[in-house]
């Protein structure tokens, strides 16, 4: 699963993390809306790590005697678009590229959030002026900030994935920063500075550690964004460019054909859909279950 | 007796919105190696202060604007950030009031025991789990090879103010600061907690400082004691000297506002007032506005520090009068 890759990189690394990650895992499954979350989640890394496997046509192949067919077709379950691609095989493939689009620009957003946010949560000389910064790129819509970057590097999907992780940063950074604050006025921060221990020491191991709950929610939440931000610049033309199977471009290309071929656009828009809410539930369900605070019935 | 740490005159300030504050005034003390210093004071007299200025652990808007500290003959108010840190947990190591939060909840005691001896003796991971072990034994816990593996939330108070002080011994260092170690404790874990750093204080010949404002704790562990009165010693002298002949007004309150056990009066005195604000501007000796015995002069011009014996001084004019009596009628 996506959110627990990330959490596993996060604290389920060490063995002896393991009984507070499975018990983390625990309070998690239990909130219903989670569990949902993870399924589709689950559902969607199946089909992105064994998308040859599971479908029987390439999903760039046209068939141009065979376009336009509806859902329930034979040979075809979900159809065929305009140039009579399969829409199956274009959905599992899109779900393997919007996965590892939002994986990549996640984790390329939290080092440069995390990398900012530490700096300014831990050096008070560095806070006003990297947050000024973090400030500036609040100011802009975070779509718009997207097509600019996009605009001045060029159309591509690597393009993409880099105007979406300098879009995670600001967010990023002011979570880290805002958890740094509160751990560094720790009496063991002070501790381990009395033991002779270098500030970076202290913020790689003893501060960052204590500010893995709320980035790992962070990261979740990101992920749903990420993944609509990656279709909603696709739809407009700015990333995948055809014929790539992604969901955005997928319905993009459906447009025209709305009401000869309406699962052309709605199959996708279910897709991002509910990859979109799963990444949210998990998320809000993560960080109840990280919240040591809440009381979750046994 | 060889003297291992000097300090002079120090003065701390801190940059406030209401300008700079002194929160220590020009102290002056010294500890020798194999003895212990108490430092004894109200909540907000600069103890705590006094001992980070020392470690060089000042929060970020404070500094060390005067005098000088000298550790084994060498000057710690022009070191860099670096030498410090070199010494700090090697030479100099402090502990902590709350054994609660001076130990990461992250991660095990094993890992937290390793970082000095990984930081200062370059040891490796399983060179610093066997010293680690050791120390545990040293500091009486039970069944040190479990515990390395346990997290602090799983150890009581006594048990995590000895693997705070198992750490901050790691390396042998030659003063050890403690900033009110068994505040935090119940009465018998503290009187072990004490008796433990007693122990390792001999074995080890290290000069101690330890800030308390807990009278029964002085008695108990104190070879010289330090009183200190908003930013000021108001009275040093030997633990005798202290609680058998007090010479300053404040350090008579302090010793009268403790519970005496073969008293049967059930009332204590207290002192009256409060400790001055930082910034409050008094003139003349900064506790006149306290004092019973409080004159004309006190209001005007500040006590210099009266020597009353070889060992003991007390900064109170009262002293003054006293040495006048003296001189007037040679006994």
Redesign the interface.
């Known amino acids: 699963m996506a959110s627990e890759a990330i959490a596993d990189k996060k604290i389920g690394k060490d063995k002896?993390k393991e009984s507070r990650f499975i018990q983390t895992f625990r309070r998690l499954v239990k909130n219903k809306l989670a569990l949902f979350g993870l399924i589709v989640i689950l559902i969607q890394l199946l089909m992105a790590v064994s998308a040859p496997a599971i479908v029987g046509y390439d999903p760039l192949e046209q068939n141009l005697s065979e376009t336009e067919l509806s859902v329930g077709s034979e040979g075809h379950w979900l159809g065929t678009d305009n140039y009579g691609r399969d829409v199956w095989s274009r959905l599992v493939f899109g779900a393997r590229l919007s996965l590892i689009v939002g994986v990549t620009s996640v984790v390329i957003g939290l080092i440069g959030g995390i990398a900012l946010g530490l700096l300014a949560g831990y050096y008070?000389k560095l806070d006003g002026l990297i947050m000024r910064f973090v400030d500036l790129l609040f100011a802009f819509p975070g779509i718009l900030l997207a097509m600019l970057i996009i605009a001045m590097l060029g159309t591509s999907l690597v393009n993409v994935v880099i105007a979406i992780s300098i879009w995670s940063i600001p967010g990023c950074a002011r979570i880290v920063r805002g958890s740094v604050l509160s751990v560094k006025k720790?009496?063991?921060v002070?501790?381990?500075?009395?033991?002779?221990?270098?500030d970076r020491?202290i913020i790689l191991k003893?501060i960052l550690?204590?500010c893995t709950a709320p980035i790992i929610v962070f990261a979740t939440m990101r992920m749903a964004t990420s993944i609509l931000s990656t279709s909603a610049l696709s739809f407009l033309g700015l990333g995948a460019q055809p014929p790539t199977p992604e969901w955005g471009a997928m319905i993009a290309a459906g447009q025209d054909f709305m009401w000869s071929a309406p699962h052309m656009t709605i199959v996708p828009g279910i897709a991002i859909m509910l990859v979109v809410f799963a990444f949210n539930v998990v998320g809000d369900g993560l960080r109840d279950a990280l919240d040591p605070n809440m009381n979750v019935d046994n | 007796m060889e003297q291992l740490l000097q300090v002079n005159d120090l003065v701390t300030q801190f940059r406030t919105a209401e300008g700079n504050l002194s929160a220590v005034r020009g102290v002056s003390f010294s500890v020798n190696k194999g003895e212990t210093l108490c430092v004894v004071g109200e909540s907000g007299c600069g103890k705590s202060i006094t001992s980070l200025s020392i470690?060089g652990?000042l929060p970020?808007n404070g500094a060390i604007t005067g005098g000088s500290i000298l550790f084994n003959d060498e000057e710690l108010t022009t070191k860099t950030e670096d030498q410090l840190?070199?010494?700090?947990?090697?030479q100099i190591?402090?502990i902590?009031?709350?054994p609660m939060?001076?130990?990461?909840?992250?991660?095990?005691i094993g890992y937290q025991l390793r970082?000095?001896l990984m930081?200062?003796r370059n040891m490796t991971k399983n060179e610093a789990s066997r010293k680690a072990v050791e120390l545990l034994e040293e500091v009486g816990i039970p069944d040190p090879v479990k515990k390395l593996?346990q997290f602090p939330h799983e150890l009581s108070g006594g048990m995590r103010q000895r693997v705070?002080i198992a750490?901050?011994l790691?390396c042998k260092p030659s003063l050890l600061i403690a900033d009110e170690p068994t505040t935090a404790l119940d009465v018998t874990i503290q009187a072990e907690i004490l008796d433990l750093i007693d122990d390792l204080k001999r074995d080890m010949d290290m000069g101690v400082v330890f800030v308390t404002h807990d009278m029964g704790v002085v008695a108990e562990i104190a070879d010289r004691v330090m009183v200190m009165y908003a930013g000021e010693v108001v009275e040093i002298g030997n633990v005798e000297d202290i609680f058998n002949d007090p010479q300053h007004p404040y350090t008579k309150g302090l010793l009268a506002s403790v519970p005496n056990i073969d008293e049967e009066s059930k009332t204590f005195d207290a002192i009256p007032g409060t400790l001055p604000n930082l910034n409050e501007k008094i003139d003349g000796c900064r506790f006149h506005p306290r004092c019973p015995f409080a004159t004309d002069k006190c209001r005007e011009q500040s006590p210099p520090a009266f020597s009353v014996g070889e060992t003991h001084q007390s900064k109170c004019w009262l002293q003054e009068v006293n040495n006048n009596v003296e001189s007037a009628n040679p006994s």
């Not at chain 2, 939060?101 to 095990?108: E, K, M």
């Open positions: 002896k008070k720790q009496e063991y002070l501790a381990m500075k009395s033991l002779g221990a270098s020491r003893h550690p204590n | 470690m652990l970020s840190r070199r010494l700090r947990g090697n190591s402090m902590f009031q709350e939060t001076a130990l990461n909840p992250v991660f095990t970082e000095p930081i200062h593996k705070m750490m901050a790691a």
